[in-house]
């Protein structure tokens, strides 16, 4: 079971990027997808999420607007799509998934609730 996160690199503010999340092991349409970030001196904060019940997205008021969650059935994959990029969104990017039931509505912004963690990729945001 893994999950395998790509796609960062260097992006131009009010550029774009796209990142990938790849799943092995397990069928990813049955599980809850986060995307959770960690820049550099602060503490890993939520950034998105996708259902697994209601297909819903969800985003942190930070990147809302800017950022789509989506996934492919087909390639078993998830994608945060990244526009209008900011030098506030350095930081380094994980995916997350679970399928486990949660008792509160919110949960998806607890990374503790999370099973499946994917390695991480590094974004910057510079000129």
């Known amino acids: 079971v893994q999950l395998q996160a790509s796609g960062g690199g260097l992006g131009q503010p009010g550029g774009s990027l796209r990142l990938s999340c790849a799943a092995s092991g397990f069928t990813l349409d049955s599980y809850g997808v986060g995307w959770f970030r960690q820049a550099p001196g602060k503490e890993r904060e939520w950034v998105s999420f996708s259902s697994r019940d209601d297909g819903r997205p969800y985003y942190a008021d930070s990147v809302k607007g800017r950022f789509t969650i989506s996934r492919d059935s087909a390639k078993n994959t998830a994608y945060l799509q990244m526009n209008s990029l900011k030098s506030q969104d350095t930081a380094v990017y994980y995916c997350?998934?679970?399928?486990?039931?949660?008792?509160?509505?919110?949960?998806?912004?607890?990374?503790?609730?999370?099973?499946?963690w994917g390695q991480g990729t590094l974004v910057t945001v510079s000129s």
């Open positions: 997350t998934a679970d399928g486990s039931y949660h008792a509160y509505s919110t949960w998806y912004k607890d990374e503790k609730e999370y099973t499946y």
